[in-house]
Nanobody
Framework: QLQLSESGGGLVQPGGSLRLACTTSGLNLDYYNIGWFRQDADKEREGVSCITSIDSLTNYTDSVKGRFTISRDNAENTVYLQMNSLKPEDTGVYYC?????????????????WGQGTQVTVSS
């Protein structure tokens, strides 16, 4: 059974860093695109970043380019999101999601399987 579990969220001051982890089971990362999404109160869910299945291409939404880095460790079945220079507008619940197949622009995919989310709060 495919499962995803997020960890690494917390409270951090503006300018700080966090590393989120999406631990997966029941799938092979070589065949699945993994995306990170976030949602804050009264806002729509937003695609933040994703990494493709076959060739690990990375996509980022414009607001996080240069600050966030997505990566994966196939041996650990884990996808990471390193978040630096955090801003209050990065606050939200961060979810990881999986979609089998391949798309160069993986943020355009409709993701099927989702984790429970981890809270990130950026505040002084």
């Amino acid at each position: 059974q495919l499962q995803l579990s997020e960890s690494g969220g917390g409270l951090v001051q503006p300018g700080g860093s966090l590393r989120l982890a999406c631990t997966t089971s029941g799938l092979n990362l070589d065949y699945y695109n993994i995306g990170w999404f976030r949602q804050d109160a009264d806002k729509e869910r937003e695609g933040v970043s994703c990494i493709t299945s076959i060739d690990s291409l990375t996509n980022y939404t414009d607001s996080v380019k240069g600050r966030f880095t997505i990566s994966r460790d196939n041996a650990e079945n884990t996808v990471y999101l390193q978040m630096n220079s955090l801003k209050p507008e990065d606050t939200g619940v961060y979810y990881c999601a999986a979609r089998r197949g391949y798309a160069r622009n993986c943020l355009s995919l409709s993701f099927i399987s989702w984790g429970q989310g981890t809270q990130v709060t950026v505040s002084s």
